[in-house]
């Protein structure tokens, strides 16, 4: 029997027994070591695996992400953490230039099995630059897998397939959830699949589509909308690069009718990406319009404002109610 | 093999910890004026301290930095800048913001979570805080840039952590300083940790004062915990700058007294001795005893100036509390110049989702 | 009587006209000097303005931003050149966390009235790095403007509406017609409106989508088609953010056909948030599914390979021919 | 004032520019062997940069960067590096992969536009050329943390030229080097000028080498075209970091004779005296002259070698120009270790297109 954990505590379980499993891999970060990490998601491995298994880095992150491309090159499995989604954008110029093109540079001589970590999302009352969720940016590299969990169990299994993939991932934590609904999770040492969707739950009447934090309103929309007799069906993309736009067709085709969630700024977002491949595959499925309930076009607001930013459970319910009255 | 490049770095210091005189004092030291003003800003940045996180506790401010332990650098390089020099912060200056006119009330603001907190028009040209670590450091040399430009006399001021100093942000800005000659002072808070990663960790150099040696440009090291010899090393740097001779790294050897921010636990990586140890050297202790002994403070001053600025506090945080909140459009009315047309709906949709009814609506 | 002009041609008379006429614009750069610019885009100004207006900075691009991000909030206007739209990656960090939120985040105390100018895309069998399409990577922020010129005339007139934009421009040079198909360009100092679509050609039976190099096969395209009878209405995006959908709704609701142009690799482009968008606010206009010609979702081929990357006239032909069969 | 720091730079130095003897020599200059090893891989190395030159003038390869000046930094440090070394190279290293045993015609297929290029086996774990500057030296850094983690004892050896050392990313790898202590050699090629900006503008340090002060790491210049002085700085610099004592940042002082790459003109922006003065200095010439005057090496052996390198490039160049062109797949099929579901319609696509009648065929 195991205990009921949170998505920090789950995602410290995957770690632990991904780097018990397998002596190539390496933690590294700032603040991972002694401190445990910022959100104490790496807390315990340096005691048990050394300081030559987790290390403390200097601070700076190209460095973070230029040192994992050289590491995974040579036959190591680094899982490096970013502190903040606010600050990661230092480490594109190697995951884009290097990190996503290592293998096909070298028509398969070396590659790049590195995993970035990094918490994103707002909700938690952080200061500037602690609450984005800038996903979009990555999700249009090729080569590079984003992928976002957003329960405890699929932490654990999708950070192990994560670090058992053979190409890097970018492995994004919604921290405002990272402390809600704790479930239980079994140390199989299983993995889950990347590139599918996951169907949360079965529907007729309207497909909702979103993935990390956002999953916990838009299944709070549909309780209420099941109380009213509205049959939802809710897919979590889980991976942003490359998505399964099957699962979300198939869906489409059935229900007729999607609204997308997410918390990024709309314009540009992931969202867009499978509207845009509903409008361009699904046309003929669709009995109304995509909705998108997101964020703003505009920076995340300081902490005082946030909640005037992230989209509520009111907004999926009023896109739902907009999209089924459509006609 | 011929020398082709010579180099040292110089560690400067007049105060022992204990406050005593360790060498002959500069002239300016001779008179009350200037090192008792040091002390009571140090008085009051500490009491600021104290006060925000007193609100952080009761859920009145949010995440927060304190400066506990850096009250020397904030005050000396506060007072020594002249006004239309520009400061370009970290987010532990705070202080030194308040120190070149910044009101307590916006401070406050700014660590409540609101953006007006970096809007006072009080901070001229100076920059907002820099969250992102050692981005300022580029900019304050874009800053100084601008300064040699148009020949003008001003002089960015950046700061920045020991931490900061491993990113590469510092270490390019470092380089065009010295690559353009710019009228730039960088002066890193060396308080020996950076979150829980002590200073051991971040670079193998004996000093990061010689970075400087990297970008051909002035480099000193100075305790920081030492008003005199900050006073000292700041000015020269300042003096350097504003001639046209070029930029200055300033290592200033101080302890983060506090926890990093308010969501941190620092027992969990520092060891309480080293905190303790730390203690005996703070700043505003050695130079009250240095003021004490010159007959120039004494405890009635003390009492009478520790209340005087808890009540200039408190009417900041009064202030601070009463603020009403900013109008909801703000959220994007100051992102462009104009408001494009792209923006109007989602304009539209937040406005209406903070009113009564709408979905945002407390 | 103006002589015609390149592209290259009319960046250069822009930026000339343009700190002739406003001291405070500064150009700065690798090798934007004495060399005039890799592409020669920046060529005489140093002999024009001087070393102090037209600076060869040191090799680093994230130096370069910054520095930027620096002068802009002291009243200049720098326009940067970065090399090339690969090299772009190390600016992020500024442009997104500084530049695009300095006025945002001062409440309009500062303001960052910067350029960056960056020669983007394929097609010149040049080296790796050399040929990439980003756009959507910065379209996607809230606060930083990105255009994107398709002729001499255009980028003389959009050059000189970024400069004296108040707040930051991306504008991407697509290097690929940099040198085709000159045009006469009056030095008139005029500027020509951001933020709106450029109508090319009115049509009635389809709308093309596009901007940047491919303007040029698209508007090839139009010709065969019209030489088949299809009217083809074509739009020039230009502003990629934030983006004039009116006047792309507008002409889908007249034509029902939308087929969208460009380089760049498909998921999660620009292309995306277009089609979106047509599913969400043009959805009964449509009759047929939206198309998107677009590059492939891998990363851009060395140069021996790359004109199977790039989408053709042909491609976007078999598009058009698809979408308008469809029923 | 404490010195806390002192720091020296010294510059390594055998042989003058006439390639004579300025100091003692080292004791394995006393038998021919290697110096006529070196020598004759260098001038392979130029006779293949000529070739190519002329391969690309005549549209059978594309841009090329030559290498002609830095003969000897690449010949030196590929002749010491063991063969299980990681070499991280820059974009100008060609000679040097090919000294490690990557076929010519690999190093054509690169240039000429190919993946293939970079695909040897031959390359063992060595990196693939960089194009972005300095982002090699933290790769480096990383492959040096992965043979300390296991603890081996190879060396990740990586170089770039003076402009690289004033991005980030070399400086971050720098201080990581010395903070971990890494087994890792920087070899800056300072061949005066990046593209059209010369050095003075790059940094205004005296010398490249002491940007090692601030990461504490060993720093040193050489005369890049000095074999002998390059063998020793280099030879000690491998055994410290095998010895697990860390890292060396090596300048050597070098001069970019070419253009920066075939889409260059040089002439724009560089005095022509400033290039003569060059080639009075460089590395082939020079160590021919040394050699000619101990009797080791003769106008025959000249002549007999270019004849014998002419063909070995001949050879390789026809390979080259009959490698069938990569099946087009290629393009989507190494990208992800297995196709993407989601990739499969784009790669059918591709392939459709290229085939006769498909859009993209020629
Ligand atoms: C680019 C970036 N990376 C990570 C962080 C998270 N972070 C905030 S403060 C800090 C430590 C900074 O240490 P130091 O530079 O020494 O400054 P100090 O806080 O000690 O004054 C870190 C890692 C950040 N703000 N920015
Ligand atoms: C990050 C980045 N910026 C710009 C370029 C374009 N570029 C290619 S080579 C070069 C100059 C490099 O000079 P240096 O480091 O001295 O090496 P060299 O070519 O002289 O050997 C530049 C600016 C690039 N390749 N990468
Ligand atoms: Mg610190
Ligand atoms: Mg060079």
Redesign the interface.
Known sequence: MSNAITMVEAVNLALHSEMRRDQSVMVLGEDVGVNGGVFRATVGLRDEFGMKRVMDTPLAETMIAGLSVGMATQGLKPVAEIQFMGFIFPTMEHLIGHAARMRHRTRGRLSCPLVVRVPYGGGIHAPEHHSESTEALFAHIPGLRVVIPSSPARAYGLLLAAIRNPDPVLFMEPKRVYRLNAQPVEDSGETLPLDTCYTLREGSDITLVSWGAMIKETLEAADRLAQQGVSCEVIDVVTLNPIDHNTILASVDKTGRCVIVHEAPKSGAVGAEIAATIAEKGLLSLQAPVARVTGYDTVMPYYRMEHHYMPSTADILEAVNTTLEFS | ?????????????YLSDQGKPEQVLPDWTHSPERLVRYYRNMVLVRQLDYKIIALQRTGQI??YASLLGSEAIDTVVGDLMAADD?L?PY?RNHALQMLRGLPIEDVLCYW?????G????A?G?D???A?????Q?????????????RGEKRV?VTLCGD??T????F???L??A????LPVVFVVNNNQW????PRS???????L?????????RGE?VDGNDVIALHEAVSEALKHAREGK?ATLIEAVSYRLSDHTT??DAT??RASEELKAAWEREPVKRLQTFLHEQGWWDERQEQAWIEEVGQMIQTSVDAYLARP??P?E???D????EL????EE?RE??IR??QPGG??H?
Not at chain 2, 112 to 116: L, P
Not at chain 2, 131 to 135: Q, R, S, Y
Not at chain 2, 194 to 197: G, L, N, R
Not at chain 2, 209 to 217: D, H, S, T, Y
Request: charged share 15%; net charge neutral.
């Open positions: 093999m011929d020398t082709v490049f010579h180099g040292e770095i110089h560690l400067r210091r949010g995440t520009v370009v987010y409540g979570g609101d953006e007006r970096s809007a006072a028009a901070l040209d920059f907002p805080n969250v992102p670590i050692a981005t450091s580029l900019h304050a040399a874009g800053v100084a840039s601008a300064f040699k430009v960015a931490g900061a491993s990113k590469g942000d270490l390019e800005a380089n065009v010295g690559a353009w000659q950076a979150i829980s990663v960790i971040q670079c193998g150099a004996q000093t004062a010689q970075k400087a040696f990297g970008a051909g440009i090291q070029g969501a941190d969990r990586y909140q900013q909801i703000h959220l994007i100051y992102l462009y110049a494009p047309n792209a923006l989602q949709r937040l989702n903070a979905s945002r407390e």
